[in-house]
């Protein structure tokens, strides 16, 4: 059974009379095709229109879909191969970071990802995409040995945060993700960061450091999540609706600022509703942007990237009015 | 009520008008909050406002580290013209423009972060210090444009750079071009590595959030004063997750040594010693 989410109802109660409608007619009662390919057509129509008027909050919930695809779907769906490398060589593997090779094609790419899980068992072992430093650790080991192979990082950003824990502090979190920042700014291989689904502050940025930052239409990035947000300026939990608004953190927002390069079309819906088609979207998408960055030569490619995040922000100097977008 | 309360008041009445910036509280007596001593603010401002009788160091501003530091308290100060502005409109309970203005009235500062040159041990350096009674000494657009700035300073002068950050993490007001800052500040110090520009941090009370998960974490050598908090989450957002109450001294300078994570503690009053050595273990 799919799941619903409240802004969803009206799909819900159309998605039942259909299926109401074939159950009937497969016990052989007359019910006219012009009926069922009607209800059809009104199902993809309020789709399209609830769809195209999402509320910020609504994007985040949708971001959050229980039946939202995640990255080891991707990977194992759109990779002709794909193998899982484990370990920070530290003492640890974190379960809520996964990467290794994947193949498109002929094109080998280095995946990392934040895995949040798919059921309660998933969701409990993968800390719910919460990673420890470990986490970036292994991420950086990666990334390493993809400059190693000359081969281009793909990064699949869906996490809501990362995790605040006490062993978390004792194994250096902050350090993790500054230490990522910095390798990911000058690692000598095209960088691809794409969000899937949350991208929630510093715990995001650690594997969100690249040449090209694309979201997936249903995505949010943000310095932090709304409830979090409502609780320190409101001081309670309940206008993280506002705070949604007042972050900007939708893909449209953040393309118009300039600090993302695209949006990632998704399947009318969401990604759910055709996690297939999904992956073939981002697939084609990957290959697209990688293809422009490998054209780039390396020196000039680091030269862009630095220059990138030089020039993001917004300030007044004297009486002058500094924008990066 | 004690007569030392008593004097207090009167005193508060009478007497002196509060200090320029607000790195101590009004007045002329102070109680450390540590060991509850009574202590006069000349004593204590004398004794680089850590408290005589058990150590305790007060939070302190950007003047306080650029007195300590510079010789004779020499300094220039850099960038000093830029700016926060409210150009994504952000209201919560107030809006950010509104806040903005109160911070600059309180504190008579421009932003969360100073930048400032001058010769330390008659080495010429850069140093950039945070403060936190500005906006809970966050992070936006300005403390990573200065921050940007002073390590480009350090690059084109080769001369080392000294961060103080003090901060509660991000601004959350300018929400992802905050968190750019992050990226941004980490970046430019790649540029720092590769022309062998030393980077020290001196890591103060508090330091959390994306300050400490970007350039404060980055450093050569990583300085911290005693008792600090330095930490990725706040203590209070540990505690929600994992429902528990933390220990005793967890997050704090002897902490973070323990585990690795800064080179040594060293008390105020030695803070300009320990860069001059390190200036000449680079030098030599």
Not at chain 2, 50 to 75: A, I, M, Q
Not at chain 2, 258 to 283: E, N
């Amino acid at each position: 059974m799919p799941t619903y989410l409240e802004f969803e109802r009206p799909i819900e109660e159309l998605e039942t009379q259909l299926q109401h409608m074939l159950q009937q007619k497969e016990r052989g009662e007359n019910i006219p095709d012009e009926e069922i390919e009607k209800i059809k057509k009104e199902i993809i129509k309020k789709r399209k229109e609830i769809y195209e008027n999402l509320t910020p909050w609504e994007r985040v919930l949708l971001s959050r879909h229980p039946d939202r695809p995640q990255a080891l779907y991707y990977l194992n769906t759109m990779c002709d191969d794909w193998l899982e490398l484990h370990g920070d060589r530290m003492g640890h593997d974190d379960p809520a970071i996964v990467g290794g090779f994947g193949l498109l094609g002929k094109k080998t790419v280095m995946f990392i990802g934040q895995q949040k899980g798919t059921n309660t068992k998933e969701r409990q072992y993968r800390n719910f995409g919460m990673a420890n430093p470990e986490g970036y650790r292994k991420a950086l080991r990666l990334m390493k040995l993809a400059e190693k192979y000359g081969k281009p990082v793909v990064t699949l950003v869906d996490t809501p945060g990362a995790f605040p824990g006490m062993e978390a502090e004792e194994r250096g979190q902050a350090e993790a993700i500054a230490r990522n920042l910095f390798e990911m700014a000058r690692l000598r291989v095209p960088i691809l960061v794409i969000i899937i689904g949350e991208g929630a502050s510093g715990g995001a940025l650690g594997i969100g450091v690249g040449d090209r930052i694309l979201m997936m239409e249903n995505t949010w990035f943000s310095v932090i999540s709304p409830e979090s947000c409502s609780s320190i300026l409101w001081r309670d939990w309940d206008h993280k609706k506002e705070a949604a608004e007042a972050l900007k953190l939708t893909p449209q927002y953040l393309y118009n600022y300039k600090i993302i390069d695209d949006i990632i079309k998704e399947p009318v819906g969401g990604a759910h509703v055709d996690p297939e088609k999904a992956a073939k979207i981002l697939r084609r998408e990957i290959l697209k942007h990688l293809k422009e960055l490998e054209e780039i030569p390396i020196d000039k490619l680091l030269a862009k990237r630095l220059e990138k995040y030089r020039r993001i922000g917004v300030y007044k100097e004297g009486d002058k009015v500094i924008s990066s977008f | 009520m004690s007569w030392f309360k008593k004097i207090k008041e009167r005193a508060k009445q009478q007497l002196l008008p509060p200090p320029q910036k607000k790195d101590t509280p009004n007045g002329v007596w102070t109680r450390c909050p540590a060991c509850k001593e009574m202590l006069s603010i000349i004593d204590l401002e004398q004794n680089w406002h850590v408290c005589p009788n058990c150590n305790y160091h007060f939070r302190v501003g950007s003047e306080v580290y650029f007195n300590l530091l510079f010789d004779n308290g020499k300094y220039e100060e850099l960038f000093d013209d830029l700016e926060s502005i409210d150009f994504l409109g952000f209201v919560d309970r107030k809006p950010y423009s509104l806040r903005i203005e109160e911070a600059k009235r309180k504190t008579g500062l421009k932003e969360a972060i100073r930048v400032a040159t001058g010769n330390i041990g008659r080495n010429k350096m850069v140093v950039a210090a945070m403060d936190f009674d500005f906006i809970g000494g966050s992070m936006g657009s300005v403390v990573g444009e200065k921050f940007a700035r002073a390590a480009e300073y350090a690059l084109e002068h080769k001369i080392p750079l000294i961060a103080i950050p003090k901060s509660g993490g991000a601004r959350m007001m300018e929400s992802a071009f905050s968190l750019m800052q992050m990226a941004k500040t980490s970046a430019i110090l790649t540029k720092l590595s590769e022309a062998g520009i030393p980077y020290w941090v001196i890591l103060t009370d508090p330091t959390t959030g994306g300050v400490t998960a970007s350039f404060a974490m980055l450093g050569d050598v990583h300085i911290a004063e005693p008792g600090a908090l330095i930490g990725f989450a706040g203590p209070r957002v540990i505690e929600q997750t994992i429902r528990k109450k933390l220990p005793p001294g967890f997050q704090r300078s002897e902490f973070l040594l323990d585990h690795g994570l800064v080179d040594f503690i060293v008390p105020r009053h030695k803070l300009k010693d320990t860069i001059i050595r390190l200036y000449k273990f680079y030098k030599y």
